[in-house]
């Protein structure tokens, strides 16, 4: 079949989908969650053909990696969408013309998404079910490093989507190959929209290359800033959360911003990092500080590149600096604007810190690592946006409808 075939029946099936009642919808959604639970094991020995072919140490690999706890949270996540209110109909705005005309803003769905993704089977997941409850059918393309995961899955959702006599093709996988790819990106009058999650390299390249709308969920450089006055206990628990929850994530902490007067404390906040083997690279003062005190073999001179880099991996970097000024000065320099985060207990630091960094979710005293949509709650997401137009941040069902002016006259004419 050739892809203007495929995306023309996804087209097709978004006009379908539109007749279905929200009802139906959350049923179909509750019984994906239930199939999901129930072929876990075949989930899992599909997502163990791709483990196999990926090096455990590559940084994707947890990413990659479905488990049995994991799959109920998918499930829980999809049973959440489910339980959400419709997005769908809901008037924005309202108002009577002098001419007697009565306008309103109504939500509707975008109507075809494409989303492009790497290494991330439960994407499958979570973009199917807040795209089919906004009302939008949905191309997939995902990564060959799942090529069998994401199959399996596609293979349970159109199961159930047939069960229900929806058409399956509201929810098409494309190969994945570059021409796939690249026929996704340039399918104007098919695709409304196209979301990539991944890489900064996969965002810039369909960003620079797509002939259709781009919403892009950039990269996660995170820093956390630690003021001069902060409580030393909250402080620990919330850096080596932030940084070891799941390092493989885009809200996982990247650069500890130290200012000097904590120096003395570092060594003592670090300890449970070192206990996690995370390698730590730090400028010269607390370097300096740490020396004998945190693992010499994880402990390594910070360079330019230690800073403005996603790890993804037990790798963290760190700046000193001499005011609250100097840290938002990093801060902007090298922010990807995703998620930021300062612990202090001086107030007005806190308010401008939350006022004046540009990120999509700023945070005080608490661990970046919930930038996510279920923490939110929002059932689930479909990628956290670091661009300002349409969407910033998690990304749900409210980010993925658009709407219409709906006019209602009586015979009037303009002159």
């Given at each position: 079949?050739?892809?203007?075939?495929?995306?023309?029946?996804?087209?097709?099936?978004?006009?379908?989908?539109?007749?279905?009642k929200?009802?139906?919808?959350?049923?179909?959604?509750?019984?994906?969650?239930?199939?999901?639970?129930?072929?876990?094991?075949?989930?899992?020995?599909e997502?163990?053909?791709d483990?196999?072919?990926?090096?455990?140490?590559?940084?994707?690999?947890?990413?990659?990696?479905?488990?049995e706890?994991?799959?109920?949270?998918?499930?829980?996540?999809?049973?959440?969408?489910?339980?959400?209110?419709?997005?769908?109909?809901?008037?924005l705005?309202?108002?009577?013309?002098?001419?007697g005309?009565?306008?309103?803003?109504v939500?509707?769905?975008?109507?075809?998404?494409?989303i492009?993704?790497?290494?991330r089977?439960?994407?499958?997941?979570?973009?199917?079910?807040?795209?089919?409850?906004?009302?939008?059918?949905?191309?997939?393309?995902?990564g060959?490093?799942?090529?069998?995961?994401?199959?399996?899955?596609?293979?349970?959702i159109?199961?159930?989507l047939?069960?229900?006599?929806?058409?399956?093709?509201?929810?098409?996988?494309?190969?994945?190959?570059?021409e796939?790819?690249?026929?996704?990106?340039?399918?104007?009058?098919?695709?409304?929209?196209?979301?990539?999650?991944?890489?900064?390299?996969?965002?810039?390249?369909?960003?620079?290359?797509?002939?259709?709308?781009?919403?892009?969920?950039?990269?996660?450089?995170?820093?956390?800033?630690?003021?001069?006055?902060?409580?030393?206990?909250?402080?620990?628990?919330?850096?080596?959360?932030?940084?070891?929850?799941?390092?493989?994530?885009?809200?996982?902490?990247?650069?500890?911003?130290?200012?000097?007067?904590?120096?003395?404390?570092?060594?003592?906040?670090?300890?449970?990092?070192?206990?996690?083997?995370?390698?730590?690279?730090?400028?010269?003062?607390?370097?300096?500080?740490?020396?004998?005190?945190?693992?010499?073999?994880?402990l390594m001179?910070a360079?330019?590149?230690?800073?403005?880099?996603?790890?993804?991996?037990?790798?963290?970097?760190?700046?000193?600096?001499?005011?609250?000024?100097?840290?938002?000065?990093?801060?902007?320099?090298?922010?990807?604007?995703?998620s930021?985060?300062?612990?202090?207990?001086?107030?007005?630091?806190?308010?401008?810190?939350?006022?004046?960094?540009?990120?999509?979710a700023?945070?005080?005293?608490t661990?970046?690592?919930?930038?996510d949509?279920?923490?939110?709650?929002?059932?689930?997401?479909?990628?956290?946006?670091?661009?300002?137009?349409?969407?910033?941040?998690?990304?749900?069902?409210?980010?993925?409808?658009?709407?219409?002016?709906?006019?209602?006259?009586?015979?009037?004419i303009?002159?």
């Amino acid at each position: 079949m050739q892809y203007q075939e495929i995306f023309s029946k996804v087209r097709e099936a978004s006009r379908e989908l539109q007749k279905l009642k929200a009802e139906t919808i959350d049923q179909l959604l509750l019984a994906l969650a239930n199939e999901a639970e129930m072929q876990t094991k075949t989930i899992l020995a599909e997502n163990q053909k791709d483990l196999d072919l990926m090096d455990p140490k590559d940084p994707k690999y947890d990413r990659l990696k479905l488990t049995e706890d994991r799959i109920k949270g998918i499930a829980g996540d999809i049973r959440n969408v489910a339980k959400l209110d419709s997005p769908l109909g809901k008037v924005l705005d309202k108002k009577d013309l002098p001419n007697g005309l009565h306008l309103s803003k109504v939500t509707v769905p975008m109507g075809v998404i494409g989303i492009i993704y790497e290494a991330r089977p439960n994407v499958t997941f979570d973009v199917f079910s807040l795209c089919v409850k906004s009302g939008n059918a949905c191309i997939l393309k995902g990564g060959s490093d799942a090529k069998f995961s994401n199959q399996a899955i596609i293979n349970i959702i159109k199961e159930v989507l047939g069960n229900f006599n929806v058409n399956t093709s509201v929810a098409e996988l494309l190969p994945p190959d570059r021409e796939a790819t690249q026929e996704l990106l340039t399918a104007r009058g098919y695709v409304d929209v196209i979301i990539p999650r991944g890489s900064q390299g996969l965002i810039d390249f369909v960003a620079q290359n797509a002939k259709i709308p781009v919403i892009e969920t950039g990269a996660g450089i995170v820093h956390t800033y630690l003021d001069e006055k902060a409580d030393i206990a909250h402080a620990s628990e919330i850096i080596n959360n932030a940084k070891t929850r799941r390092v493989s994530v885009c809200n996982a902490l990247d650069c500890l911003i130290v200012h000097r007067k904590q120096l003395p404390n570092l060594p003592k906040i670090l300890e449970p990092l070192a206990k996690s083997n995370v390698t730590i690279y730090a400028d010269g003062p607390s370097k300096t500080v740490l020396s004998g005190h945190y693992p010499s073999s994880q402990l390594m001179a910070a360079t330019e590149e230690s800073y403005g880099t996603e790890f993804l991996d037990y790798k963290m970097s760190i700046k000193t600096v001499d005011d609250f000024d100097g840290a938002l000065n990093h801060i902007y320099k090298y922010s990807s604007k995703h998620s930021e985060a300062i612990i202090s207990d001086i107030p007005e630091h806190i308010e401008r810190f939350l006022n004046e960094v540009d990120a999509a979710a700023v945070y005080s005293n608490t661990s970046t690592a919930f930038t996510d949509g279920a923490q939110f709650g929002l059932g689930a997401e479909i990628g956290i946006s670091t661009q300002k137009l349409h969407a910033r941040g998690p990304m749900a069902l409210a980010e993925l409808t658009s709407y219409k002016w709906i006019v209602k006259g009586s015979g009037q004419i303009r002159k």
